[in-house]
């Protein structure tokens, strides 16, 4: 099993509605989680950072722990064609000296 | 937001040779940087650990004489890409830590390394 799994994608989201983004993880003990945006031909970029199961909104986006599920996800609300964009999900290693990424969301926002 | 600068930004080289790749973090001191290496279509790969004024720690798989690095200071670490073969072409993405943790992590530009 991966320890950061991610669905690869393309999800294919009309501009406007609602993109979901979904990640597992393997350690039980980690306790933050971070959600990049990575554009093509770039490095990622963070966007939301979670510690706590339940809900954390910032702007148009929601991220979503549960701990007991080892489950975390990113809700984009109101999507625009600028978050087409691959969305990695990071776990740091229960020792903190490393993170570890899953392979990545490929989100495509339709006109 | 905090600064992380890569250079250069693109290289193309010849077979055999060696490539340096500096990464500086601008505005703040870096507890730890990381290099990275990222496949088109793939996830970031974590190739090693920098911690200023000690040894690399390098990932399973990686080859430490092959992929050298210095942490010479807070600000400054160099990955060096030694004999360079076409199946090192490869994006190359720095990354710098602060004191806050994994919320102060800043990733540089990247690095699109080129092998003929």
């Known amino acids: 099993q991966k320890e950061v799994e991610q669905n690869s994608g393309p999800l294919s989201v009309p501009e406007g509605a609602i993109a979901s983004l979904n990640c597992t993880y393997s350690d039980r003990v980690s306790q933050s989680f971070f959600w990049y945006r990575q554009y093509s031909g770039k490095s990622p970029e963070l966007i939301m950072s979670?510690?706590?199961?339940g809900d954390k909104e910032d702007g148009r986006f929601t991220a979503q722990l549960n701990k007991a599920s080892q489950y975390v996800s990113l809700l984009i609300r109101d999507s625009q064609p600028s978050d087409s964009a691959t969305y990695l999900c990071?776990?740091?290693?229960?020792?903190?000296?490393?993170?570890?990424f899953g392979s990545g969301t490929r989100l495509s926002i339709r006109p | 937001g905090a600064v992380v600068s890569q250079h250069p930004s693109r290289v193309i080289c010849k077979s055999g040779t060696s490539v340096k790749i500096e990464c500086r973090s601008l505005?703040?001191?870096?507890?730890?940087m990381f290099w990275y290496r990222q496949f088109p279509k793939q996830s970031l790969m974590l190739m090693a650990t920098s911690n200023e004024g000690s040894k690399a720690t390098y990932e399973q798989g990686v080859e430490k004489d092959k992929f050298l690095i210095n942490h010479a200071s807070l600000t400054l670490s160099t990955l060096t890409v030694t004999s360079a073969h076409p199946e090192d072409s490869s994006f190359y993405i720095c990354?710098?830590?602060?004191?806050?943790?994994?919320?102060?992590?800043?990733f540089g530009p990247g690095t699109r390394l080129t092998v003929l």
């Open positions: 979670i510690y706590s199961n």
């Open positions: 990354s710098a830590r602060g004191a806050g943790g994994w919320d102060t992590q800043y």
């Open positions: 505005d703040f001191q870096a507890t730890t």
């Open positions: 990071a776990v740091p290693y229960s020792s903190a000296s490393k993170i570890i």
